[in-house]
């Protein structure tokens, strides 16, 4: 199912497959958010595939990582075990901090 992305009152749903060449609506929408006056970002996986490329890992590190960079809380929401243990593996943790399974 191709990658879809709503968002809503600093949350951003996404739905579908959070892989690769489905990314740049993310991106996309991810600088959208950035730019607005909220200080929390939440991303929202629950209603994603279970899969999860390497450069779905590396957008939503980045992404992270630039909310940091402008003071923003930035928490993602409704991972499930194997989004969780793919960012484990590769490294990014720190992104699985505040989730439930």
Known sequence: M???VVVKDGVMLLSGRLVGRELVRVRDAGKALLDQSDQEIIVDLSQTERVIDIAGIQMLAAFSRSARIRGKQFRLIGLNKIQIDALKL???????DSNSV
């Open 2 to 4: 191709p990658l879809d």
């Open 90 to 96: 590769a490294g990014f943790e720190s992104l699985t």
